[in-house]
T-cell receptor
Framework: KQEVTQIPAALSVPEGENLVLNCSFT??????LQWFRQDPGKGLTSLLL?????REQTSGRLNASLDKSSGRSTLYIAASQPGDSATYLC??????????FGDGTTLTVKP | NAGVTQTPKFQVLKTGQSMTLQCAQD?????MSWYRQDPGMGLRLIHY???????DQGEVPNGYNVSRSTTEDFPLRLLSAAPSQTSVYFC???????????FGPGTRLTVT
C-alpha cells in the first residue's frame, strides 16, 4: 500500500527566503507525482506534475524534483512571498489511476 | 470550458439519509475520482473510474457507491449517511494515467 509523507507539517519563513518542501513515498512504482496548492476552505490548484521518466519540472519560482529510487520529491520555492502562504500537497499516482496524497505542509510567509 | 463542476456546494444530512453528490467534467477526460478530506489531513481516495462503465474502489470505499454511465458524469452516492462521513468531498478528472489531475471546488457535507 502506497504511503505518502510530507515533512514538515508546518513551516513559517520570512518573505524573500528560498525554501524546500519534502514529500516521500513508499512505492517506487508510482507513475507520476503531482504537487498542489490549497488555500483555506478552497479546492486544489495543480502546481507541477512530474512524470516517472522525468527528474524535475519548473514553473516560474517553483521547481519540483522526483527521485524514484529514494522515494522522494521536493518542491523548491524561490524568493517566497506572502501570497505563497497556503497548504502544499503532494500526490503519487499509479498507472492504474489511484492517487495517494500526503497530509500537506502548511506554509506561512511573513511580510 | 467549465472544467470540473460539483453540486451541491454545501449539504446537511441527518443520520440515515441518502443522497447523491454530483460531479461533471467537460474535458472529455477518461479518469475520474472521488476523494474526501477531513480537517488537517490530505485527501483519501474513495472510488475512481478509468472510463465509462469501469469503476474501482479506493482507500475508503465503505458507505459509498459510484457508477460511470457517461464519460462526463461520475456521481457519488451515500447510501445511509453517518456522522463519520462529515467531510469535504472533492471530485477530480484526468485525461489518462500519468496526466494532470484537475479538481472541482468541493462539496462540504455535514451529517448530524
Amino acid at each position: 500500500k502506497q504511503e505518502v509523507t510530507q515533512i514538515p507539517a508546518a513551516l513559517s519563513v520570512p518573505e524573500g527566503e528560498n525554501l524546500v518542501l519534502n514529500c516521500s513515498f513508499t512505492d517506487s512504482a508510482i507513475y507520476n507525482l503531482q504537487w498542489f496548492r490549497q488555500d483555506p476552505g478552497k479546492g486544489l490548484t495543480s502546481l507541477l506534475l512530474i512524470q516517472s521518466s522525468q527528474r524535475e519540472q519548473t514553473s516560474g519560482r517553483l521547481n519540483a524534483s522526483l527521485d524514484k529510487s529514494s522515494g522522494r520529491s521536493t518542491l523548491y520555492i524561490a524568493a517566497s512571498q506572502p501570497g505563497d502562504s497556503a497548504t502544499y500537497l503532494c500526490a503519487g499516482m499509479t498507472n492504474a489511476g489511484k492517487s495517494t496524497f500526503g497530509d500537506g505542509t502548511t506554509l506561512t510567509v511573513k511580510p | 470550458n467549465a472544467g470540473v463542476t460539483q453540486t451541491p456546494k454545501f449539504q446537511v444530512l441527518k443520520t440515515g439519509q441518502s443522497m447523491t453528490l454530483q460531479c461533471a467534467q467537460d474535458m472529455n477526460h477518461e479518469y475520474m475520482s472521488w476523494y474526501r478530506q477531513d480537517p488537517g489531513m490530505g485527501l483519501r481516495l474513495i472510488h475512481y473510474s478509468v472510463g465509462a462503465g469501469i469503476t474501482d474502489q479506493g482507500e475508503v470505499p465503505n458507505g459509498y457507491n459510484v457508477s460511470r454511465s457517461t464519460t462526463e458524469d461520475f456521481p457519488l452516492r451515500l447510501l445511509s449517511a453517518a456522522p463519520s462521513q462529515t467531510s469535504v468531498y472533492f471530485c477530480a478528472s484526468a485525461a489518462g494515467p500519468g496526466t494532470e489531475q484537475y479538481f472541482g471546488p468541493g462539496t462540504r457535507l455535514t451529517v448530524t
